[in-house]
């Protein structure tokens, strides 16, 4: 723990795409496909859930991607 904060676990997630995504902040990603209703408290306990922290449109060029910031 470091000034009252305690390290989580952080990292990226690329998404190649040329299509617009309705994406942001404070946004949460399931790994899998899933088909239960959004109950955040039951999907944490079923899968691995991510919550967004930063979006990055990358969608000019020829390797067109979202990169995604994210927490768990």
């Known amino acids: 723990m470091i000034n009252g904060f305690e390290k989580g676990s952080t990292g990226s997630i690329t998404i190649p795409t040329t299509e617009r995504l ?6 949460y990603i399931v790994e899998g496909i899933v088909d239960d209703e959004f109950d955040l408290s039951t999907l944490q306990e ?13 969608r000019k060029g020829k390797l ?9």
């Open 64 to 72: 067109q991607h979202y990169k995604i910031g994210v927490t768990e």
């Open 46 to 58: 079923k899968y691995q859930i991510f919550k967004v922290v930063s979006v990055d449109d990358n």
């Open 22 to 27: 309705n994406i942001s902040t404070n946004d």
